[in-house]
């Protein structure tokens, strides 16, 4: 990916979101676990046959203050915060539906991941995020567009890196569990009446 060809990119996402109408009923506020921070999420439809967008408007709470404003070209704007043992908080989102973004409100840093070959559509679509209690490793629910859901586990160790490390993928992937402690979590796999218990443990 260079550049250029992404601002290429995000322009035409910009120019279809400026026709957009906001749905007023859709907005949402979501404050961080330090209560420092709160996203704002709202819907926006356009025209017949075109697919919603979303929009995430990050403030500080006591001033309103907007640190960054994020239009995503897809209507569900799937989001979570993740804290570290340091103390460092980051909200994670996707600006586009094929990538995905790393954000620590605190410093205004916004790190924007998007695969070349996102291009031609083949991206792997972020869907939802459990970070471990650590906040070291990010369990991912999503797919590739058309494709069965797969769990795909993160390096968030150190979060400015781009793209992060893939610990693991899972790919016979049913629904998420909960983790079990900072390194192992559980979740299921298979179908129908072949659903099964599994785990992952993170050894490093």
Same mark, same amino acid.
């Given at each position: 990916?260079?550049?250029?060809?992404?601002?290429?990119?995000?322009?035409?996402?910009? @120019?279809?979101?400026?026709?957009?109408?906001?749905?007023?009923? /859709?907005?949402?506020?979501?404050?961080?676990? /330090?209560?420092?921070?709160?996203?704002?999420?709202?819907?926006?439809?356009?025209?017949?046959?075109?697919?919603?967008?979303?929009?995430?408007?990050?403030?500080?709470?006591?001033? !309103?203050?907007?640190?960054?404003?994020?239009?995503?070209?897809?209507?569900?704007?799937?989001?979570?915060?993740?804290?570290?043992?340091?103390?460092?908080?980051?909200?994670? %989102?996707?600006?586009?539906?094929?990538?995905?973004?790393?954000? @620590?409100?605190?410093?205004?840093?916004?790190?924007?991941?998007?695969?070349? @070959?996102?291009?031609? !559509?083949?991206?792997? %679509?972020?869907?939802?995020?459990?970070?471990?209690?650590? !906040?070291?490793?990010?369990?991912?629910?999503? %797919?590739?567009?058309? %494709?069965?859901?797969?769990?795909?586990?993160?390096?968030?160790? @150190?979060?400015?890196? /781009?793209?992060?490390?893939?610990?693991?993928?899972?790919?016979?992937?049913? /629904?998420?569990?909960?983790?079990?402690?900072?390194?192992?979590?559980?979740?299921?796999?298979?179908?129908?009446?072949?659903?099964?218990?599994?785990?992952?443990?993170?050894?490093?």
């Amino acid at each position: 990916m260079t550049i250029s060809s992404y601002t290429e990119w995000r322009e035409e996402i910009l @120019e279809h979101f400026a026709k957009m109408f906001l749905d007023k009923t /859709s907005t949402e506020v979501h404050v961080s676990p /330090s209560g420092v921070f709160s996203l704002e999420i709202s819907t926006y439809s356009g025209w017949k046959d075109s697919w919603n967008y979303s929009r995430g408007i990050l403030r500080y709470v006591a001033t !309103g203050q907007v640190i960054t404003d994020i239009i995503r070209n897809y209507g569900m704007f799937w989001f979570t915060w993740v804290v570290q043992q340091t103390g460092r908080e980051f909200l994670l %989102c996707g600006e586009d539906y094929q990538g995905y973004n790393v954000i @620590e409100p605190a410093l205004g840093t916004n790190i924007v991941t998007f695969p070349a @070959e996102a291009f031609k !559509g083949h991206g792997f %679509c972020w869907a939802a995020v459990h970070p471990s209690p650590d !906040g070291r490793t990010l369990a991912v629910e999503g %797919c590739f567009w058309a %494709c069965p859901y797969e769990l795909v586990f993160f390096d968030f160790s @150190e979060p400015q890196r /781009s793209p992060l490390p893939e610990l693991h993928r899972v790919q016979d992937f049913e /629904s998420f569990g909960r983790w079990l402690n900072s390194d192992e979590c559980s979740f299921t796999v298979g179908e129908g009446e072949n659903i099964t218990n599994s785990k992952w443990a993170r050894f490093d």
